[in-house]
T-cell receptor
Framework: AQKVTQAQTEISVVEKEDVTLDCVYE???????LFWYKQPPSGELVFLIR??????QNEISGRYSWNFQKSTSSFNFTITASQVVDSAVYFC?????????????FGKGTRLHILP | DTGVSQDPRHKITKRGQNVTFRCDPI?????LYWYRQTLGQGPEFLTY????????KSRLLSDRFSAERPKGSFSTLEIQRTEQGDSAMYLC????????????FGPGTRLTVL
């Protein structure tokens, strides 16, 4: 069965610190996609990244970076030099795209507080 | 704005009443999804459409829930005889043709059942 686990329910760090959000996933498929979404207080889900299962290269986008490791079924997200505007709930998610079915399975989210 | 839109943004109703939500996807997108998000949880898949065909329904979608996409454009989600447990944010997303395309989410409809 497909499952996404975000063990950190809530994290608080002081502004400018680095923070890593953990994500562990389960799937039986060899082809799948992993995502991170941000949900600020306004409520709208903001897409951050999609990664397919065949691409294990780490990715960096500005202060954001992602570490995908198939060996440990993890897709962790790091924010460098955090800012107050990074405060939000962050969701890791999985889609198996089996038989054309690409519904997304979300984790429960990690609420991130960046303290000034 | 050409993103996914949802209407209404907020709905307060009394238990037992029927409610209907609307989702307008991005115009060229043929796939449309409904998710539900309760407090402190991630969004949970409810159902999805490819054009006007409803291809999958989650077991979360009880008989009181029905979704339609009559002309393959906008979609409606109706909840009959609402219960307090239906209180949640209802999210709509749309995407284009496979191979995999990103799902774009709307702002959601927050339902409160009193």
């Amino acid at each position: 069965a497909q499952k996404v686990t975000q063990a950190q329910t809530e994290i608080s760090v002081v502004e400018k610190e680095d923070v890593t959000l953990d994500c562990v996933y389960e799937t039986r498929d060899t082809t799948y996609y992993l995502f991170w979404y941000k949900q600020p207080p306004s409520g709208e889900l903001v897409f951050l990244i999609r990664r397919n299962s065949f691409d294990e290269q780490n990715e960096i986008s500005g202060r954001y970076s992602w570490n995908f490791q198939k060996s440990t079924s993890s897709f962790n997200f790091t924010i460098t030099a955090s800012q107050v505007v990074d405060s939000a709930v962050y969701f890791c998610a999985l889609s198996e795209n089996r038989d054309g079915d690409d519904k997304i399975i979300f984790g429960k989210g990690t609420r991130l507080h960046i303290l000034p | 704005d050409t993103g996914v839109s949802q209407d209404p943004r907020h709905k307060i109703t009394k238990r037992g009443q029927n409610v209907t939500f609307r989702c307008d996807p991005i115009s060229e997108h043929n796939r449309l999804y409904w998710y539900r998000q309760t407090l402190g949880q991630g969004p949970e898949f409810l159902t999805y459409f490819q054009n006007e065909a409803q291809l999958e329904k989650s077991r979360l979608l009880s008989d009181r829930f029905s979704a339609e996409r009559p002309k393959g454009s906008f979609s409606t989600l109706e909840i009959q005889r609402t219960e307090q447990g239906d209180s949640a944010m209802y999210l709509c997303a749309s995407s284009g043709e496979l191979p995999y395309n990103e799902q774009f989410f709307g702002p959601g409809t927050r339902l409160t059942v009193l």
